[in-house]
């Protein structure tokens, strides 16, 4: 069966009916709109038709297409390499502490009488700043010179020797005791007769034997004294008196002594810190009386990180400032290194002396320090801080050869300034560097150098 086809000229029916309503709503929505000039509405019919015409049609004008090309070189500036070390710095924490520091106290138990001094007083050396009760040093001291004085009068009188009256007195004394004894034997003879013709007892005889044995002891014992008085005092004598007398001065001295310590006075200049005691305390051997500190020398102790142990030296430059004094910062060396390190943070000290300190700093401030410590590489050089690039956690610089940049990863070891000091075995003495241009350089990228220090040196 053969399909009914329409005219070439005439449309369905509905599709006309379609077409007349559009019409109809066309007409009536631009009845209430201004009408375009014609000739507008024909531009943007030409212009809307030759739009089309270019999407769809291939053009036969060529299009710019992407460049598959290397950039063009950058321009750079360089520097020969030149070897050369210097010093890193390295901050340190530390704190003041008094150069010198005694803790008075006494060397006698006795009662405080006085304290002449206070907190924050200054005191010079051998200046009185305290007094003790002196009642019993006075009185051992005068014992003690009573004593000195009768020794050394006994030792005059062995010097000098027995005196004549006393040899004439000894003499004297053994003549009558011979005479005693004379009488003695003449009664003994007479009792003796009488005993025998029974006149007399024998108790009598015995008595009278017993008064010529009294009376020849005495003789004998005052011819003794006699021999020794004109005789004189031995050497052995003498010195043994001398002896005692030397004994007596040092009692002497001893009790002084006492008197003197009833006295406590500062041993060196400083500042009183601490006071202990009030007049009317008892005291004892060696309890704190007064705590004093110097003012004419500190030191300062530094901690230095337990990795530089070894490379720190007495005499390295140290330069030292103070939050308390922001107008004060001193350069000196480093006295003494502690040869012992903390147990608890492993940090070694190391000691400076501040011989004449600046006024306001006090025992128990904080210090900084900046200490200088040499580098020690042979690979090192010298090169500008702007050769130098920083990308993640490394320092790399470029070199340059045969127009190409090079990226060498190096390790900065001291910061000079506007230099700094880095090391790396692979680079060279002369070798040429980047030093401007460098920024977002990549390895291998193509340079062109259009200003070399390294020519001009």
Same mark, same amino acid.
């Given at each position: 069966?053969? *399909?009914?086809? !329409?005219?070439?000229?005439? $449309?369905p029916?509905?599709?006309?009916?379609?077409e007349? +309503?559009?019409?109809?709503?066309?007409?009536?929505?631009?009845s209430?709109?201004?009408?375009?000039?014609?000739?507008?509405?024909a531009?943007?019919?030409l212009?809307g038709?030759?739009? %089309?015409?270019?999407?769809?049609?291939? *053009?036969?004008? #060529?299009?710019a297409?992407?460049s598959?090309?290397?950039?063009?070189?950058?321009?750079?500036?360089?520097?020969?390499?030149?070897?050369?070390?210097?010093?890193?710095?390295?901050?340190?924490?530390?704190?003041?502490?008094?150069?010198?520091?005694?803790? $008075?106290?006494?060397?006698?138990?006795?009662?405080?009488q006085?304290?002449?001094?206070?907190?924050?007083?200054?005191v010079?050396?051998g200046?009185?700043v =305290?007094?003790?009760?002196?009642a019993?040093?006075? %009185?051992a001291?005068?014992?003690?010179?009573?004593r000195?004085?009768?020794?050394r009068?006994?030792l005059?009188?062995?010097l000098?020797g @027995?005196?004549p009256e006393?040899?004439? +007195?000894?003499?004297?004394? %053994?003549?009558?005791?011979?005479?005693?004894?004379?009488?003695?034997?003449?009664?003994?003879e007479r009792?003796?007769?009488?005993?025998?013709e029974? =006149?007399?007892s024998?108790?009598a005889?015995?008595?009278?034997?017993?008064a010529?044995?009294?009376?020849?002891?005495?003789?004998?014992?005052?011819?003794a004294?006699?021999?020794?008085? +004109?005789?004189?005092?031995?050497?052995e004598?003498i010195?043994?008196?001398?002896g005692l007398? =030397?004994?007596?001065?040092?009692?002497?001295?001893?009790?002084? $002594?006492g008197?003197?310590?009833?006295q406590?006075?500062?041993?060196? *200049?400083?500042?009183?810190?601490?006071?202990?005691v009030?007049?009317g305390?008892?005291?004892?051997?060696n309890?704190?009386?007064?705590?004093?500190?110097?003012?004419?020398?500190?030191?300062?102790?530094?901690?230095? #990180?337990?990795?530089?142990s070894?490379?720190?030296?007495?005499?390295?430059?140290v !330069?030292? @400032?103070?939050?308390a004094?922001?107008?004060?910062? +001193?350069?000196t060396?480093? @006295?003494a290194?502690?040869? @012992?390190?903390d147990t608890?943070?492993?940090r070694?000290?190391?000691?400076?002396?501040?011989?004449n300190?600046?006024?306001?700093?006090? #025992?128990?401030?904080a210090?900084?320090?900046?200490?200088?410590?040499?580098?020690e590489?042979?690979d090192t050089?010298i090169?500008?801080r702007?050769?130098?690039?920083?990308?993640?956690?490394?320092?790399?610089?470029?070199?340059?050869?045969?127009?190409?940049a090079?990226?060498?990863?190096v390790?900065?070891?001291?910061?000079?300034?506007?230099?700094?000091?880095?090391a790396?075995?692979e680079?060279?003495?002369?070798?040429?560097?980047?030093?401007?241009?460098?920024?977002?350089?990549?390895?291998?990228?193509a340079?062109?150098?259009?200003?070399s220090?390294?020519?001009?040196?």
């Amino acid at each position: 069966m053969k *399909s009914i086809e !329409n005219p070439p000229n005439q $449309l369905p029916a509905s599709k006309l009916q379609f077409e007349e +309503q559009e019409q109809k709503e066309t007409l009536s929505t631009d009845s209430s709109k201004s009408t375009l000039p014609g000739w507008l509405l024909a531009v943007l019919i030409l212009g809307g038709g030759t739009a %089309l015409w270019q999407v769809f049609t291939p *053009s036969s004008v #060529p299009t710019a297409q992407t460049s598959t090309q290397a950039p063009p070189p950058r321009p750079v500036e360089t520097i020969a390499l030149t070897p050369g070390t210097g010093s890193r710095l390295v901050r340190l924490l530390g704190q003041v502490e008094a150069g010198e520091r005694a803790t $008075l106290s006494p060397q006698i138990d006795a009662t405080v009488q006085r304290v002449l001094v206070r907190e924050g007083d200054r005191v010079t050396p051998g200046m009185t700043v =305290a007094i003790l009760d002196d009642a019993d040093p006075r %009185l051992a001291l005068a014992e003690a010179r009573a004593r000195l004085a009768q020794e050394r009068s006994n030792l005059a009188r062995l010097l000098v020797g @027995t005196r004549p009256e006393i040899i004439a +007195q000894r003499r004297a004394e %053994l003549n009558a005791a011979i005479a005693r004894e004379l009488e003695a034997q003449d009664n003994l003879e007479r009792v003796a007769s009488l005993t025998e013709e029974g =006149a007399l007892s024998r108790r009598a005889l015995v008595e009278a034997r017993t008064a010529v044995d009294t009376a020849t002891s005495e003789k004998f014992r005052l011819q003794a004294l006699l021999a020794e008085a +004109q005789a004189g005092p031995t050497r052995e004598e003498i010195d043994a008196q001398r002896g005692l007398v =030397a004994a007596a001065v040092a009692a002497v001295e001893q009790a002084e $002594l006492g008197m003197e310590r009833t006295q406590i006075k500062a041993a060196f *200049s400083g500042i009183v810190q601490s006071r202990d005691v009030d007049p009317g305390d008892y005291v004892e051997v060696n309890d704190p009386v007064l705590t004093v500190v110097s003012d004419r020398e500190f030191d300062v102790f530094l901690e230095i #990180p337990e990795a530089l142990s070894g490379q720190v030296a007495p005499g390295m430059t140290v !330069n030292l @400032t103070a939050r308390a004094l922001p107008n004060w910062q +001193q350069t000196t060396g480093i @006295t003494a290194v502690v040869p @012992t390190a903390d147990t608890a943070s492993r940090r070694q000290l190391v000691r400076v002396t501040l011989d004449n300190p600046p006024q306001g700093l006090l #025992p128990g401030m904080a210090i900084q320090a900046n200490l200088a410590i040499p580098v020690e590489n042979a690979d090192t050089f010298i090169v500008p801080r702007d050769a130098l690039t920083r990308r993640g956690n490394e320092w790399l610089l470029f070199s340059v050869n045969d127009n190409q940049a090079e990226q060498v990863a190096v390790e900065m070891l001291a910061d000079l300034g506007t230099d700094v000091v880095i090391a790396n075995p692979e680079l060279e003495e002369g070798q040429s560097i980047v030093v401007r241009g460098g920024d977002g350089l990549r390895d291998s990228a193509a340079v062109n150098v259009v200003n070399s220090l390294a020519d001009s040196l």
